[in-house]
Structures are given as C-alpha cells and as structure tokens.
C-alpha cells in the first residue's frame, strides 16, 4: 500500500544492548547488514507493526524489549530502481493500479532497549527469514556501513533517538546510585 506520494508506509527499528551496542542484522544470502524493517499493514498501527516486525525478523517477543522512544514524524528514503522490488503473488497491487508510482519508504523509527538476553534472539523465527547472522555494533557505526540510499534515513533516526538512549543510561546510573 503505497500513499499519494508513493511510499510505503514502514517501521524501522534500532535494538540497543545494556552497552548502548546496537543490532546490526545481514541479510539473507546477501553481504548486505542492516537494522530490522518491514511494511506496515492496512489497519496496523506504527507500533503494532514494531512488535510483529521484531518477532518476524528477530523472534523478541515484547517482554524482551523496552521502548525508549520514536522518532516524531516519517522518514523518508526513495529507492534507486535498480533496487526497487516489483509486486508479486498479489500482495502488492501492481504500480499501475496504484495512486502514485513507487518511490521508495515512509518509515517511523523506534528504539528499543533489549532487556531480554542475547540467546533470546531466534533468526529463524518466522518461516522467511530475513537475517541469516546478526552482531552488535557501536552506535554510530550503521551510519558508514549502511547502503547508501538509506544513510541519511539512518543518520536521522540515530540523530533523533540518540537522546532517549543517554537520558536512560543516566535513570539507569541514578537507579543504581539509589540502590547501592
């Protein structure tokens, strides 16, 4: 489903570990790494989405993770045609149907704090698999390692959520000041 501009509304997603590494997905049969993605789906909220999109392409469940915050508006990155996928098996309605030709994804990025374990994480978890290795990585590093249509999506989600990730590494800090 695409909107009158011609993008396809989509969630991304930034999963930090306690050390503020992010997950850094490579796709399957491809040297091509990434964050977790997906479409949103006609009645679905951003954050519905989120949830099925982390369990489909990771295997979290929502009791692994906490949400730090979302970036306020959509994102947007347009697809060079070499790279654009073509509809199939009727999930898509062909181009010619639709309101506006493809250009590439709307997204609303979320960042997570994964407050499962790392053994939690199940690749295989749906039936299409979307990662086939997955590491943590810096925070900034997605940033040079990322495609280039999609750097400066990625720029502005890791620029936006940046604060959400310091602002709970100090209410962790004041946490544990409070206990000890």
């Known amino acids: 489903m695409l909107d009158k501009e011609g993008y396809r509304p989509n969630v991304g997603i930034i999963l930090a570990n ?8 490579k ?4 040297h091509a790494w990434q964050f977790p993605q997906g479409g949103i ?6 954050l519905q989405a989120m949830y099925r999109e982390l ?4 295997g979290l469940e929502r009791a692994h993770v906490r949400i730090l ?17 073509r509809p199939r098996d009727g999930k898509d ?8 030709a493809y250009r590439g994804q709307k997204q609303i990025w979320y960042l997570l704090r994964m407050v499962g374990r790392d053994c939690d994480v199940r690749l295989r978890a749906s039936g299409h698999p979307e990662f086939d290795a997955w590491r943590w990585h810096d925070y900034w590093v997605p940033l040079e390692a990322v495609i280039e249509f999609k750097r400066d999506v990625y720029r502005q989600a890791l620029i936006e ?8 590494r100090r209410g962790r800090a004041a946490r544990a000041q409070v206990v000890s």
């Open 69 to 85: 915050g979302r970036t306020r508006e959509w994102l947007r990155y347009q697809v060079p045609e070499r790279w654009a996928r």
């Open 161 to 168: 959520l940046h604060r959400y990730l310091l602002a709970d």
């Open 27 to 30: 796709r399957v049969n491809q």
């Open 18 to 25: 306690q050390r503020n590494e992010v997950f850094w997905g």
């Open 41 to 46: 789906k006609p009645g679905e909220t951003p």
């Open 55 to 58: 369990e489909e392409e990771i």
């Open 93 to 100: 309605a062909a181009p010619a149907k639709q309101s506006a």
